[in-house]
């Protein structure tokens, strides 16, 4: 007792069956051709599909190559310019330094200036005292 196992034909075997047989020779031969058909469009479609990634791939390569030369140009301009640019950095850092001691100093001034004028508004403002004797007697009682 063994199992009879269906396997489909190919295209090209069901093509070639149908050449041999005469009875079912015309619907085979049309199968076989058509699938042969079917096939070919496929593989077409999968080697141009094949290519035109690999295409693609090969430009996007190109691409960021040439990005990272442009990047790697530029990184080697600025390590070129790096000890210019600490230098500036350096003295710009100094002037810095010179900035707040300056508004250090003109804050000293504002305030000491501030407070002169404060005690001379002060002193202004208070009555100076009369060089006649008073009129009322000042004495507390008891």
Request: charged share 25%.
């Amino acid at each position: 007792m063994s199992e009879k196992v269906d396997t489909p034909l190919t295209p090209r075997e069901r093509l070639a069956r149908g050449l041999t047989y005469s009875a079912v020779g015309p619907v085979d031969v049309t199968r076989g051709v058509v699938g042969l058909g079917v096939n070919s469009a496929h593989s077409t479609a999968t080697e141009l599909r094949r290519r035109y990634r690999t295409g693609r791939l090969a430009r996007e390569i190109a691409a960021a190559q040439e990005t990272i030369a442009q990047e790697l140009a530029a990184a080697q301009e600025v390590v070129a310019n790096l000890p210019q640019v600490l230098q500036e950095a350096r003295r710009k850092q100094r002037r810095g330094k010179r900035k707040w001691v300056i508004a250090g100093v003109a804050t000293v001034v504002v305030l000491a200036g501030g407070a002169v004028a404060f005690s001379v508004v002060r002193r202004s403002a208070r009555p100076e005292p009369s060089p006649r004797p008073p009129s009322v007697d000042v004495q507390t009682r008891p």
